[in-house]
T-cell receptor, first 111, second 114 residues
Framework: EAQVTQNPRYLITVTGKKLTVTCSQN?????MSWYRQDPGLGLRQIYY???????DKGDVPEGYKVSRKEKRNFPLILESPSPNQTSLYFC??????????FGNGTRLTVT | GDSVTQMEGPVTLSEEAFLTINCTYT??????LFWYVQYPGEGLQLLLK?????DKGSNKGFEATYRKETTSFHLEKGSVQVSDSAVYFC?????????????FGRGTSLIVHP
């Protein structure tokens, strides 16, 4: 089954404690992206990747890192999380110009 | 650059009412257009798409027509159900900065009461 898998679904952490949200896709897509979704602000892109070892900043990259060492995986790293990074995060992948496939989301709370 | 403007929500309807969610876009050329739906607790999924002007996309009773002259792609459904309660996103597939970067509207929340 074609899918984008994010883990964990829920995460509660404290300020400053490094965390990683994993994302994996099984469709051999070149394009992958991370979004955060906040009430009233819609989807905002954090980082994206056009292919292995090719990543670029989206609209709200501050406080986040990503890596793309393999085509299927695109982890999101928060080196020192802060409360303003409390949000719902989505990973997505897709072939160029076509609809994206989204994961089911990771709800992060930073206290 | 590319942009998508959707009507603000929430849109609150009774079951069997007619639904319209407006979407207009600004883009270079004539791109494909998409509507995504996000059900509670889930990620976005493609609802329907249109790939060229005057195309009508349809799925699950929803329809949207790609109107080049008005740069619009309004979502409609003749009779909504409680199960249609969700957030709906209009989107362009790419084009920001000349690369494949999708552009999403802010989303419109639909609440359908029995």
């Amino acid at each position: 089954e074609a899918q984008v898998t994010q883990n964990p679904r829920y995460l509660i952490t404290v300020t400053g404690k490094k965390l990683t949200v994993t994302c994996s896709q099984n469709m051999n897509h070149e394009y992958m992206s991370w979004y955060r979704q906040d009430p009233g602000l819609g989807l905002r892109q954090i980082y994206y990747s056009m292919n292995v070892e090719v990543t670029d900043k989206g609209d709200v990259p501050e406080g986040y890192k990503v890596s793309r060492k393999e085509k299927r995986n695109f982890p999101l790293i928060l080196e020192s999380p802060s409360p303003n990074q409390t949000s719902l995060y989505f990973c997505a992948s897709g072939p160029g110009g076509s609809p994206l496939h989204f994961g089911n989301g990771t709800r992060l709370t930073v206290t | 650059g590319d942009s998508v403007t959707q009507m603000e929500g929430p849109v609150t309807l009774s079951e069997e009412a007619f639904l319209t969610i407006n979407c207009t876009y600004t883009a270079t050329g004539y791109p494909s257009l998409f509507w995504y739906v996000q059900y509670p607790g889930e990620g976005l999924q493609l609802l329907l798409k249109a790939t060229k002007a005057d195309d009508k996309g349809s799925n699950k009773g929803f329809e949207a027509t790609y109107r080049k002259e008005t740069t619009s792609f309004h979502l409609e459904k003749g009779s909504v159900q409680v199960s249609d309660s969700a957030v709906y996103f209009c989107a362009l597939p790419g084009g920001r900065g000349g690369s494949y970067i999708p552009t999403f509207g802010r989303g419109t929340s639909l609440i359908v009461h029995p």
